[in-house]
């Protein structure tokens, strides 16, 4: 069953950091493509980045030069590094497969960031 | 980049009720377009895929139609489980990009 928790979430202030990470299991992760996705409270999903097998990163202009995303294949495992946090990234994060035709074919969760003072 | 425009932003309807909804891209995205659906506090599913593709385990009831700028997602008859909202999301050019939602109420 293919399974995918994320956690590292919590309050921070704006322009602090925070690193989110996705644990996958149930499939051959390395062989997958990867992405994140927001949504603000109350609000709509926005996808934030995308991660090949092959290390192909693609990032929303909202957070481009801020986000990082990676991957360690040995402990199947994503990660989005966040810097530069603003109050406006406040969501929840989701981690999702991508495979095929199908860009979100399963999710996480989801991850609360709150980005207070 | 790729805007989306969904129609309306909520809907009243009926249990048994048939249901489009509307999605237009701001440019061609060929059938680059997938639907789906989020119920409160859980992360989206997928429904549909390459605009009329039917995602394994996902009733027959829904279905999808369009290409290049203007899609549907038809609900043949509503059932209670399809109160949620409905997301589509074009895929053909990063950024992806999502609609704005459509949320399916109870009349």
């Known amino acids: 069953e293919v399974q995918l928790v994320e956690s590292g979430g919590g309050l921070v202030q704006p322009g602090g950091s925070l690193r989110l990470s996705c644990a996958a299991s149930?499939?051959?992760?390395?062989?997958?493509?990867m992405n994140w996705v927001r949504q603000a409270p109350g609000k709509g999903l926005e996808w934030v980045s995308y991660?090949?097998?092959?290390?192909?990163?693609y990032y929303a202009d909202s957070v481009k030069g801020r986000f990082t995303i990676s991957r360690d294949n040995a402990k199947n495992s994503l990660y989005l590094q966040m810097s530069s946090l603003r109050v406006e990234d406040t969501a929840v994060y989701y981690c999702?497969?991508?495979?095929?035709?199908?860009?979100?074919?399963?999710w996480g969760q989801g991850t609360l960031v709150t980005v207070s003072s | 980049d790729i805007q989306m425009t969904q129609s309306p932003s909520t809907l009243s309807a009926s249990i048994g009720d048939r249901v489009t909804i509307t999605c237009r891209a701001s440019?061609?995205?060929?059938?680059?377009l997938a639907w789906y659906q989020q119920k409160p506090g859980k992360a989206p599913k997928v429904l549909i895929y390459?605009?009329?593709s039917l995602e394994s385990g996902v009733p027959s009831s829904f279905s999808g139609s369009g290409s290049g700028t203007e899609f549907t997602l038809t609900i043949s008859s509503l059932q209670p489980d399809d109160f949620a909202t409905y997301y589509c999301?074009?895929?053909?050019?990063?950024?992806?990009?999502f609609g704005q939602g459509t949320k399916v109420e109870i009349k």
């Open positions: 999702a497969r991508t495979v095929a035709d199908i860009p979100f074919e399963y």
């Open positions: 390459k605009a009329s």
């Open positions: 149930g499939f051959t992760f390395s062989s997958y493509e």
């Open positions: 440019q061609s995205i060929n059938s680059g």
């Open positions: 991660l090949s097998p092959g290390g192909t990163t």
């Open positions: 999301q074009q895929y053909k050019t990063y950024p992806w990009t």
